[in-house]
C-alpha cells in the first residue's frame, strides 16, 4: 500500500457518491439528452468514467481485455456492444470516438449505468489501494480526469433544465 494509491482509492470513493448523486438525481428525459449534435450526453460521460475505470482497474491486475467488467460481467454481450478496438489505441473508452461511434454506445438506464459504475469501483478501489506509489502515480491523471466530467455533468444537467421549451 502506498500513500498515493490510499489517496487515489479515497479519490473514487468519492467518484462514485458523486456520479450516484447526480444520476440519482437526474430525470430519464435528460440522461441520453444532447445540448448539440456531436456533444456528449449525460450517460455517455458517466459510461465514459465507468470506462477509464473499469480499464485502470484490468491493467491493475495485469489481466487480459476479457477481464474489463464491461466484457466480463456480460455487459457486452447483452448489448451488443463490444468496444474493444474502438476510439485511442483501440481502447474504447469514448477518447477518440468518431460522433458515430458515440452513437452506437448502449443507451443505458441510470440503473445500469450506477450498477456498471458500482462493479468497477468496488473492483479498482482495493487495487489502487494496494498499488505502490510508482504504479498509483501511473494512474494519477486518469482518476484526476474523472472529476473533470462530473463538472460536465453538471453542466449538461443544467443545461437540460434551462433549455426554453419548443
Known amino acids: 500500500m502506498s500513500t498515493r494509491g490510499e489517496m487515489l482509492a479515497e479519490w473514487v470513493v468519492d467518484l462514485r457518491g458523486i456520479v450516484e448523486r447526480h444520476l440519482a438525481g437526474t430525470p430519464e ?10 456533444t456528449n450526453s449525460i450517460a455517455d460521460t458517466v459510461w ?21 467488467h464491461w466484457i466480463a460481467d456480460g455487459w457486452a454481450e ?14 474504447g473508452a ?13 443507451k443505458l438506464r441510470a440503473d445500469q449505468l450506477l450498477a456498471y459504475t458500482a462493479a468497477v469501483c468496488d473492483d479498482v478501489i ?3 489501494r494496494a ?7 501511473r494512474y494519477k ?13 453538471a453542466s449538461l444537467r443544467t443545461l437540460f433544465e434551462r433549455q426554453t421549451p419548443g
Do not use: C
Open 29 to 38: 428525459a435528460a440522461l441520453h439528452w444532447r445540448p448539440a449534435r456531436e
Open 48 to 68: 465514459h468514467i465507468a470506462r477509464w475505470l473499469d480499464l485502470v482497474s484490468m491493467w491493475l491486475q495485469n489481466g487480459a481485455p476479457e477481464r474489463q
Open 78 to 91: 447483452r448489448t451488443g456492444y463490444d468496444p474493444r478496438g474502438i476510439g485511442t489505441d483501440g481502447l
Open 94 to 106: 469514448i477518447s477518440g470516438y468518431s460522433f458515430a461511434e458515440v452513437e452506437m454506445i448502449p
Open 126 to 128: 482495493p487495487r489502487l
Open 131 to 137: 498499488a505502490d506509489d510508482a504504479t498509483a502515480k
Open 141 to 153: 491523471g486518469v482518476v484526476q480526469g474523472t472529476f473533470a466530467h462530473v463538472g460536465e455533468i
